[in-house]
């Protein structure tokens, strides 16, 4: 067609079509240059290998724990994502649109999809998502809904504790357990629930219980003292189970004290008015278990003073359920106990996320198949 | 020495054997070479295969805990598939040239690292996953080697198609050949990386957590996803691609082996704080 006949052409479907729309179309055209920019394969190639360049920065050049602060837990990176999905949404199924569906294609959709499903379940986990550090001594209860029986939480913006039901119960922590011969190692004997509708389980590592969308994974194990503070006629004053942090020694060995995790240390005792700074240590007797020894040491309490730089005014030794003298007091650890740390999990989005995983493998396998039968077919 | 080593040490011989034959039957350009060094491979197959199940048998411990263990099961299913591919499949004689070198000194390596059989398996560990996600990584490993292998041939017959080279099959038949393995891997890489998720989601309760070695997989597949997206989506072929993929083995080296167990990651001979 010459010029001159596509102008007549125009001219004609100008005076043919009333009301006269505007040739030019400023609001319909930033919105298809958005389309396009959004599905276009350069876009895909340039976010995968930018994403791929951030990856390996993140395992070379900065690493662990810096590599989360400064790249995988950054908006612009996970702005990437985002742009990465929100393009593949666009181009292919851009592309795919109105096509006739072959397995080749079959499998591409299941495999696009997936990361789109993926996607939008990550979003809605993110959401109301609950991840929180529960400690219990063994025979402690706490209440799950209640913000203070967690160490620690993290939780989405329209997550509401009232979402976690009932209690939690640890009945006991079991060493060395065994399920079909296999040693597990750690279990805990937990219970969780509302009354009357508790569940109570054996959970280890591979195992966790699930109550009602919300899991509970073992995490970690460690002793606790009952430690009882008593006057010199013996008559108990005050007792506190104390929770002992599992240092690792150079030799390997673990030491079990009062402290933190960065190291041993002291703490006010008793808790409410304190008459001593007391460090608590222990040695597990390696034949029979929650019996060993237990190490004091004790300092006059000066509220805001760290008393491990002076000598203890006391310190010795005694079995588990033996007394200790210390000055006008005894102390003695009257039982060993075991606490455990359970990371109490809520991420409703996660049978989405886990299940775009295998639909997205499906895909890929679908895809391929399909490719090779179409290959032999061309062949033939 | 106990009768697995030798075993081991024998196959390490039989794949130097091997090796040597294919570098020197290609500088030679003598073709009888790479028959020498197809049966010595087959031969090392062997001791290797029986090197696994012994040291498999002595602990009842699955064989790919430690480095030395993953190498050595890794090199164990490059080979298989190398041996399948040779024997049945599509026979591309001096493949072994970079497949052979490449199980060789990993295989070396995987020597100097060995350490007494584990007594029992890391609570974390028993599960199922654990075979589905060594599975998926080692058979990955298998075909993208494979792949570079065919990706070399590839270069070699389109510099110079006289002589040996011209026995290979055609150019396209190798692009082609080389592509599928790519695809094989990546969906093998795949399973990998799902297994891996659905094991730590038990596990640790969290699927992705950006741990080193969840990204390093994460950066395998997607360099094999741009390899297949160039290929799909802008119509690459040929000597790039081939270029691409022997590349992209060496990275797939150090992301399965060189860095996950150098670091203090939740892969560093499987160790979980349970203190």
């Known amino acids: 067609m010459t010029r001159n006949e596509r ?13 006269v729309e505007p040739r030019y179309h400023p609001i319909h055209r930033i919105p298809r240059m958005i389309y396009d920019f959004l599905a276009s394969a350069r876009l895909a190639m340039a976010l995968l290998v930018a994403i791929l360049v951030c990856c390996l920065a993140g395992v070379t ?37 109105h096509r006739r569906i072959t397995v080749i294609s079959f499998g591409m959709i ?30 402690e209860t706490l ?36 399920v079909g011969g296999e040693d597990k190692r750690a279990a805990y004997d937990v219970e969780v629930g509302e009354p009357g ?35 010199k006629t013996g008559k108990e004053l005050y007792g506190a189970h104390v929770p002992l942090q599992s240092l690792k020694q150079k030799d390997n060995s673990y030491l079990y004290t009062t402290g933190t995790k960065e190291g041993a240390g002291s703490f006010p005792f008793p808790q409410d008015s304190p008459l001593y700074s007391l460090q608590v240590a222990y040695r597990p007797d390696p034949v029979k278990d929650r019996s060993g020894e237990v190490f004091f040491q004790v300092w006059p309490y000066r509220e805001g003073e760290i008393p491990q730089q002076e000598q203890p005014a006391a310190a010795g030794k005694a079995p588990v359920g033996q007394h200790f003298s210390a000055g006008g007091h005894t102390l003695a650890a009257k039982e060993i106990r075991y606490w455990v740390g359970m990371n109490v999990r809520h991420d409703p989005g996660k049978p989405v996320i886990l299940a775009s995983l295998w639909v997205g493998l499906a895909g890929m396998i679908i895809t391929t198949f399909g490719r090779m039968r179409k290959g032999r077919a061309g062949k033939g | 020495m106990k009768s697995e080593l030798v075993c081991f040490w024998l196959a390490v011989a039989l794949y130097g054997v091997s090796t040597f034959s294919y570098i020197f039957g290609l500088i030679a350009r003598y073709d009888k070479l790479y028959l020498v060094g197809l049966l010595s491979a087959l031969a090392g197959f062997l001791p290797h295969t029986a090197s696994i199940g012994l040291r498999w048998a002595a602990s009842g411990v699955e064989p790919f805990i430690t480095i030395s263990e993953s ?11 190398f041996l399948v591919f040779q024997l049945t499949v599509k026979k591309v004689p001096p493949l072994g040239v970079l497949v052979m070198p490449t199980s060789f000194v990993l295989l070396g390596w995987a020597g100097t690292l060995i350490k007494e059989v584990a007594t029992s398996l890391n609570p974390a560990l028993q599960s199922a996953w654990l075979w589905v996600h060594i599975v998926g990584a080692t058979t990955g490993f298998a075909s993208v080697l494979i792949a570079a292998g065919l990706g070399l041939m590839y270069l070699m017959k389109e510099k110079d198609s006289a002589g040996i080279a011209d026995r290979l099959p055609e150019l396209s038949v190798l692009d082609t050949q080389s592509y599928r393995f790519v695809a094989g891997g990546f969906i093998m890489y795949g399973l990998m990386i799902v297994s891996g998720a659905y094991w730590s989601n038990t596990v640790k309760g969290n699927y992705w957590a950006w741990d080193p070695v969840e990204v390093w997989s994460l950066v395998s597949w997607l360099i094999y996803g741009i390899y297949l997206h160039l290929r799909v989506t802008f119509g690459w072929r040929g000597s790039k691609l081939a270029w691409y993929s022997l590349i992209a083995l060496v990275v797939m080296i150090v992301s399965y082996w060189g860095i996950p167990f150098s670091l203090e990651t939740f892969h560093s001979g499987f160790r979980i704080d349970h203190s």
């Open chain 1, 110 to 139: 299941l495999f696009h999809m997936s990361f789109v499903a993926m996607f939008l379940a990550i979003v809605y986990d993110s959401l109301f998502f609950f991840q929180g550090s529960l400690r219990l001594t063994e025979g």
């Open chain 1, 143 to 178: 209440q799950n809904s209640d913000p203070h029986s967690y160490d620690g939480y993290r939780q989405g913006r329209f997550f509401s504790f009232s979402r976690l039901k009932g209690e939690t119960t640890l009945v006991k922590m079991i060493r060395g357990y065994r």
């Open chain 2, 71 to 81: 190498i050595t099961f890794g090199v164990f299913m490059a080979v298989l598939l």
């Open chain 1, 197 to 231: 509708h508790k569940r109570r389980e054996v959970i280890y590592i591979t195992n966790n219980l699930d109550y009602k969308g919300v899991k509970y994974l073992p995490e970690k194990e460690g002793y606790s003292a009952l430690i009882v503070l008593s006057d």
């Open chain 1, 61 to 97: 050049v900065v690493r662990g724990a810096q590599a989360w602060l400064t790249i995988f837990s950054t908006l612009w990176f996970n702005a990437l994502l985002v742009l990465l999905v929100v393009n593949v949404a666009c181009c292919f199924f851009g592309r795919i649109w």
């Open chain 1, 7 to 19: 102008d007549e052409v125009e001219l004609v479907a100008e005076t043919e079509s009333f009301p």
